[in-house]
């Protein structure tokens, strides 16, 4: 299938995203789509001081010479996440524009912005990416820092993307493989949502699977030429990012795309983890929760299970109430205490039900084995790809020990209620025997 052909099947799927131009140079057609979308409409360019220069500028002109009314705002701040305080900013240039629309021209950050300020005015928006940098720009919701919690807002995605692969290709490298980090993101995803269908807490939506899954190991096959800039390379990136995001317009959630992998990455965000200074990125703290969770799944994939002692793991299963006080315990001092407490409330089932689903696991277990492997790399395969990506490959790349990264576990398993692999280890008791190997003398992340 071609690449128009992909993105035309995508976009007949799509729920709130109808228009998808990528190409070198199109960032000239932004004024037509604009007018084709939001007739007799003003727009708004929201752009921070790093993409303004690069991209915002021209919009603006571009906008002006189509005689369509403009105005900006540019973010000040060097540097910023996704935070409230950057929703409210946006809320108030909007309501300082009655009527207006807003272009966002800059990366993940400032997309979220507008997503979820334009969903605030109940209105779409026209996004012009700077950097294939995330996958946020196509899909439904908001990730937000909001109380001290990481938190996806649900809003729609933007109903148009003019997406140049000039400007792309030529962002900072690093912000490119910080995209080729998030598309490797679904490599473990698929495999924790495929966990969460078996299970039956959370059934494989087919056709926001196949949009991206059945083309994703072509899209992350070339990490040099991505590494390189080369523009067909990323425009491949960049392609599989906006179909992610599709992917989770069509199944109303962000359970195409993430599981553990992301959480990692939210602990830092909540954390507000520096290093040498600096925030990092969004993709490159993905990296590590991705490598980890590879690393997780080889170490299943050496597991009998089928051998499993369910008498002995039902009996060990404890209460919803014991399971509230280890949440707050793992919790405390944390920037959001009860987010542990309030997650594994939604997430709890009872001792019949993980019985039901460890009988399931340990009948069909040699099959379920053989699809997962069909899905997941290998640690070392993944930190080939991302290490040739330019993507951080050891925790201590990000300014991680390994003794943090080994703590970080068990936030991870409680801090969302989506089902995830360490909830079956949980179930299933094997859950040490899948994580402390990592950090045992030998292991990947040995202390």
């Not at 059945?214 to 990490?223: G, K, Q, V």
Request: aromatic share 10%; hydrophobic share 45%; glycine share 6%.
């Amino acid at each position: 299938m071609t690449r128009e052909e992909r993105i035309n099947q995508a976009l007949a799927l799509s729920s709130d995203t109808k228009v998808f131009r990528m190409g070198c140079g199109v960032a000239e057609e932004a004024p037509k789509v604009f007018k084709e979308c939001f007739p007799g409409k003003q727009a708004l360019i929201i752009a921070d001081v790093h993409t303004y220069p690069v991209l915002g500028e021209k919009v603006f002109k571009l906008m002006q010479d189509a005689g369509i009314p403009v105005d900006k705002y540019i973010i000040e701040e060097e540097e910023f996440h996704a935070e409230w305080k950057y929703v409210e900013l946006v809320d108030s240039q909007l309501d300082a524009h009655p009527g207006a629309v807003l272009v966002s021209v800059g990366s993940g950050v400032i997309n979220d912005l507008c997503k979820l300020s334009s969903h605030h005015h109940g209105q779409s928006y026209l996004t012009l990416p700077t950097a294939a940098s995330v996958d946020g720009y196509s899909s439904f919701g908001a990730s937000i820092t909001f109380e001290g919690a990481k938190q996806t807002f649900s809003c729609p995605a933007p109903v148009a993307i003019v997406a140049d692969i000039d400007i792309i290709a030529a962002a900072p490298k690093h912000m490119t493989a910080a995209g080729y980090a998030d598309l490797a993101a679904k490599v473990p995803a698929g495999g924790e949502w495929m966990v969460a269908d078996f299970v039956g807490t959370a059934p494989i939506h087919p056709e926001a699977w196949a949009v991206l899954q059945d083309y994703l190991d072509d899209f992350l096959s070339r990490p040099e030429e991505v590494a390189a800039g080369d523009t067909d390379a990323v425009a491949d990136i960049f392609e599989g990012l906006t179909l992610s995001g599709i992917a989770m317009q069509i199944a109303r959630s962000s359970r195409p795309a993430s599981c553990c992998d992301h959480l990692f990455s939210h602990i830092l965000d909540m954390t507000e983890h520096r290093y040498k200074g600096k925030l990092q990125s969004h993709g490159f703290q993905v990296a590590i929760g991705t490598l980890t969770m590879c690393a997780v799944f080889d170490e299943v994939f050496k597991l009998d299970l089928s051998a499993l002692d369910v008498d002995a793991a039902v009996a060990a299963w404890p209460t919803l109430e014991q399971e509230q006080e280890r949440a707050l315990r793992i919790f405390e001092g944390f920037p959001a205490p009860r987010l542990g407490y309030d997650e594994i409330t939604k997430k709890y089932q009872d001792a019949d039900e993980v019985r039901r689903q460890l009988e399931k696991l340990k009948a069909e277990w040699p099959s379920l084995k053989a699809r997962l492997q069909g899905q997941v790399y290998s640690y070392s395969k993944m930190r080939s790809l991302l290490k040739a990506a330019g993507a951080p490959y050891e925790p201590a790349q990000i300014g991680v020990s390994n003794k943090q990264l080994h703590d970080m576990f068990a936030k991870v398993q409680l801090m969302r209620f989506r089902f995830n692999l360490l909830d079956l280890a949980k179930r299933g008791g094997f859950y040490d025997a899948v994580v402390e190997p990592l950090f045992a003398k030998g292991g990947p992340f040995e202390i």
